[in-house]
């Protein structure tokens, strides 16, 4: 089978995002793995029927979302689950439309970071570390909390007025 790098680096991309989204429908993160090593293998499987003119993700997406059902179908016949196909699959639909909604402002996110400035895009990060209060920054920058704290706020709103604006021109 010959599979392009570039859906290699599609698969790889997205596993995150696949995790997340099977985890949603199994409940368990164990199971969560098994269910997304079954859908890498049908995905590997399937890479020849893939549309490179159409977004990878949702295409992932509708065949984690059929194994996670034949995992959820399984399990049923090991014991009772409280929700029936139905909702499951409405369940499942909503969580994969969530999901590329998601990757979609992520991607948008990650667009707007890097057009700030980098003194700005350097506040942000050091605010998400782990060890990114807002008294230890104003100490390290030599100014007060709320000084961060003001510039910190400005920094998200431009974040958010742009993510809208990148949303905006994928729509129209």
């Known amino acids: 089978m010959d599979v392009s790098a570039e859906f290699v680096a599609q698969i790889t991309r997205s596993q995150r995002q696949l995790h997340s989204f099977i985890l949603s429908m199994v409940w368990n993160p164990a199971e969560a793995d098994d269910v997304l090593q079954e859908t890498n293998l049908v995905l590997w499987e399937k890479a ?3 549309d490179t003119d159409r977004p990878f993700l949702p295409w992932a997406i509708r065949f984690a979302q059929l194994q996670a059902l ?3 179908k399984r399990r049923r016949r ?6 029936d ?3 499951t699959r409405l369940l499942a639909d909503e969580a994969a439309r969530e999901e590329v909604v998601f990757e979609e402002r992520r ?9 700030l400035p980098s003194d700005q895009r350097d506040l942000i990060a ?8 807002v008294n230890a920054m104003a100490e390290v920058v030599g100014t ?3 000084a961060v704290s003001d510039r910190l706020r400005r920094i ?5 007025q742009c993510i809208r604006r990148q949303l905006g021109e994928a729509t129209a």
Not at 78 to 83: L, N, Y
Not at 126 to 133: F, H, I, K, M, V
């Open 78 to 83: 090991q014991q009772r689950v409280v929700f």
């Open 126 to 133: 050091r605010r998400y570390e782990p060890a990114g209060s």
């Open 85 to 87: 196909d139905d909702l």
């Open 156 to 160: 998200r709103h431009a974040l958010l």
């Open 107 to 115: 991607q948008a996110l990650a667009a707007c970071l890097q057009k």
């Open 48 to 50: 020849a029927e893939f």
């Open 144 to 146: 007060t909390p709320k």
């Open 70 to 72: 034949a995992w959820l």
